[in-house]
């Protein structure tokens, strides 16, 4: 017997693909009957998240964003999201608030977001190879397998 529920999407670097990106997480989480605030919180990381690859990851090209979403029994929302674009030097550096690679457009306040809305947030990259984000958010209101 399966212990999570889960689904996997993979779509191109296409910046119209982050709100699908949304939509798609959103209505996974939807079974949790989470509150507005909670389904808030988790779409607005995820739209960082996503927005990360497509600015940053692959900065040249477009590349594949990889997004695995995971409802353990407790009512714990894991997504995942990867890439396998240029990676990032300094991950301690990449999260500090104000730090950016994308020039003078972009604020740099992506990971600091995404810690502020999810419970934890953590960072895997290798340069040359891609990234992987992983947000978890406790949900309160949860139902699960209804």
Do not use: W
Request: hydrophobic content about 40%; aromatic content about 6%.
């Amino acid at each position: 017997m399966l212990d999570k529920n889960e689904m996997k999407i993979a779509f191109p670097s296409f910046s119209s693909n982050e709100s699908f990106a949304r939509a798609a997480i959103s209505a996974f989480v939807a079974q949790l009957d989470p509150t507005v605030d909670e389904l808030t919180d988790i779409k607005t990381a995820v739209s960082e998240a996503v927005t990360n690859c497509i600015i940053h990851a692959y900065r040249d090209r477009i590349g594949m964003i990889y997004i695995t979403v995971a409802i353990d029994p407790a009512g714990e929302v894991t997504v995942k999201i990867r890439d396998k674009g240029c990676g990032i030097e300094d991950v301690p550096k990449a999260m500090e608030p104000l730090f950016t690679t994308g020039g003078s457009e972009r604020a740099g306040l992506g990971f600091a977001v995404m810690q502020s809305f999810m419970n934890r947030v953590r960072v895997r990259s290798k340069p040359g190879v891609g990234t992987t984000v992983t947000l978890k958010k406790k949900i309160q209101s949860r139902r699960i397998g209804a």
